[in-house]
């Protein structure tokens, strides 16, 4: 029987989803609820109905909001004898290095909760001293008493020789059922221990909230439906692996938008693509050159977390944010927001405090009665009362400060584009604008005009492309391994051969784990990447290459591209070895639009609406995003208007809208 496809991301203010029926396409928007997201999630399920089997395909927040608001579980820490306090000490780096006031986030596992067992692996793998079950028995002893809800297991050099890991973490697991314990050379077998012990304590730490919560979803799903889960590296994986490794979901929503936008941008011929979400509460970015980019050195609240992360910058601004004078007598906006409750002003929920929303209410760039498809009608005369409060408070004029308010927040988007294409050595001439989220459109022409970029790229249901992408997901899983070899360019090509050798140990699991979620024949729906992490011996960060038989010269040039020279003489290393193993199912279909009879003003225009651009009124046409046809084009100002979004079209740009229905606006 045909299953029906559903995509669910869960926002800070609303949570989408995008339903495929047959032939159908379907979207829906209900206010999130961040006491319990589920509620939000089964809500927007039952509205969507069907007897028929369901594929659900999820983005979630629970592990980010866990590690964000330090709600996690109960968690203890073992290590080696005098290294309890590492995940303490961390690395000598100072975050905010003028700030007199800084202090370092406090650790997630208390130091009560730190224990050590006087054992040792040594830097070759070799065992120095051994465990002694005894010492092991008395630590279960006191981790009962203690009444620990998740353990973390990391010892020196277990990505070597996992032999005392593995003891240690199998005994915990039969000895405490009720307790999740997360093993370091399961989760991240990498060197670094520091990065490697963060790691696995983010994912013992959220685990018991994320099990509770998925539980809780397949509880109140069909029998015949099924779960995955969106993880942060672009991929998905079942709800099953995501309860052991919850890890890999910290960035899983946005994760969801920037496939979204690359599937989407590829379909209509842009291969290089800088993506721009912005959402109710914050606004992410990242850069597509080819396919996305992805990091091992995330931060969230402080914390290292090194698997693999499609690199998202986040900045806290969004439709939500809330404007306020500080003590200096200057505005600013974010990153505190207004969320779903109460919410803006304009929403008549109780919100007091202008925010982005309300200014763009204000200036006439939202259309009252289309906001949700006409669902939900925004206030107005509330609105307009504050701005009025407002600029008496700040001796000027309403609308030069609602312009000063959209000034701020773009300026502070634009610095989130900079750094992830000036600071790491791409222009963003050369790329174009992919706009989505339910803000996004409502900024995304002022930012481009900024950062001379020459086009927009807006899709169709650009409130709910998160969940589209998702949808579009392939089924992921990576592994990694420390292998530490010199990189000579005599013998690279040895080296080659080598580590091909090296990667059939990972190939071997990754075929295990994709067979058992239903990925088979290699080549034809399963397909491996192999990269290497490779650096000049010496530094401390290393440069991502894919594997080939020049991986010297590959790595100077990405060096060179990301910094500018290379040091000419300088020994280089493989650092670690990366396969990416991916499983491609049946994606849904996209459909075209049929092509324009030229009547775009009598079919698509439905009004006329007063609005602010450069402190002047214009007088803009409204268009009804759903009458558009392939081919249509116009070049005066305009507001779009959608289900899940709003499109702002300032004067001196021009729109074409290709056979997908996608918006391309020439800046």
């Not at 659900?56 to 592990?63: L, Y």
């Amino acid at each position: 029987m045909e299953e029906i496809l559903i995509g669910v991301d869960t926002g800070g203010t609303f949570t989408d989803f995008v339903y495929k029926k047959g032939d159908r396409w379907g979207v829906y928007k209900t206010l999130s609820t961040p006491h319990n997201p589920a509620e939000a999630i089964l809500k927007g399920l039952e509205v969507i109905g069907d007897e028929k089997p369901r594929r659900i395909v999820h983005g979630t927040t629970v592990a980010t909001n866990t590690l964000l608001e330090r709600k996690g579980a109960k968690t203890a820490f073992i290590t080696n004898k005098g290294f309890k306090d590492i995940i303490e000490i961390g690395r000598q780096n100072r975050e905010r290095l003028y700030d007199l006031h800084y202090r370092r986030p406090e650790p997630l596992v208390p130091r009560h909760l730190r224990f050590e067992l006087d054992c040792r692996v040594s830097s070759k793998g070799e065992i120095v001293k051994d465990l002694d079950p005894k010492e092991v028995e008395r630590l279960i002893e006191t981790l009962e008493r203690e009444k620990v809800e998740a353990v973390a297991v990391c010892f020196l050099f277990s990505f070597l020789n996992p032999e005392h890991e593995r003891f240690v973490g199998n005994l915990l697991r039969e000895r405490l059922k009720k307790v999740h314990v997360s093993v370091s050379s399961e989760i991240l077998p990498e060197f670094r221990e520091y990065e490697r012990a963060s790691t696995t304590v983010v994912n013992a730490y959220v685990a018991p909230k994320m099990a509770k919560y998925i539980t809780t979803l397949k509880e109140n799903l069909k029998p015949r439906d099924r779960l995955v889960i969106m993880q942060s590296n672009g991929g998905v994986i079942s709800a099953d692996t995501v309860v052991k490794e919850p890890v890999r979901t910290v960035l899983s929503g946005p994760a969801g938008g920037v496939v979204g936008a690359w599937k989407i941008g590829r379909l209509a011929g842009f291969e290089r693509l800088i993506t721009f979400d912005m959402g109710g509460t914050s606004t992410d970015v990242s850069l597509i050159d080819g396919k996305p980019t992805l990091t091992t050195e995330t931060k969230i609240s402080g914390i290292p977390i090194k698997v693999p992360i499609i690199d998202i910058h986040t900045v806290g601004a969004g439709g939500g944010s809330i404007v306020w004078v500080d003590r200096g007598g200057a505005l600013k906006v974010g990153p505190q927001s207004a969320g779903a409750d109460p919410g803006p002003i304009c929403y008549g929920r109780g919100g007091k405090r202008i925010t982005v929303t309300d200014t763009n209410l204000f200036l006439g760039r939202l259309v009252p009665d289309h906001f949700l498809g006409g669902r939900m009608k925004l206030l107005t005369e509330p609105v307009k009362e504050a701005f009025e409060n407002l600029s008496r408070e700040l001796k000027t004029d309403p609308y030069t400060l609602a312009e000063g308010i959209l000034e701020i927040a773009n300026t502070k988007m634009e610095g989130a584009i900079r750094v992830i294409s000036v600071q790491r050595g791409y222009n963003p001439e050369e790329f174009a604008l992919f706009s989505f989220g339910g803000a996004g459109g409502m900024h995304a022409v002022f930012l481009a005009k900024k950062l001379g970029i020459p086009k927009v790229f807006v899709p169709r249901n650009p409130g709910l492309l998160s969940a589209v992408g998702m949808l579009l997901a392939d089924h992921i899983r990576d592994y990694s391994l420390t292998v530490m070899l010199p990189l000579e360019r005599e013998t690279q090509k040895e080296l080659y051969l080598h580590l091909r050798e090296l990667f059939k140990t990972l190939e071997n699991r990754a075929l295990e784990d994709m067979a058992k979620e239903g990925y088979t024949r290699l080549g034809q729906d399963l397909f491996f990447e192999h990269t290497l992490d490779v650096r000049y011996r010496g530094q401390s960060y290393e440069v991502n290459i894919p594997l080939s038989e020049t991986p010297a010269e590959d790595f100077e040039e990405k060096y060179r591209h990301l910094y500018g020279y290379v040091l000419e003489n300088r020994p280089m290393e493989v650092v670690n070895i990366r396969l990416k193993a991916v499983g491609v199912g049946e994606k849904p279909p996209f459909e075209e639009l049929p092509k324009t009879d030229g009547k775009l003003l009598q079919r698509a225009v439905i009004g006329e609406q007063k609005t602010y651009f450069g402190g002047r009124q214009y007088t803009v046409k409204v268009i009804d995003r759903d009458r558009l046809l392939a081919g249509d084009r116009w070049d005066f100002p305009s507001i779009v208007v959608e289900y899940s979004s709003t499109t702002v079209i300032p004067p001196g740009c021009s729109v074409e809208v290709d056979r997908y229905g996608n918006l391309i606006i020439e800046v």
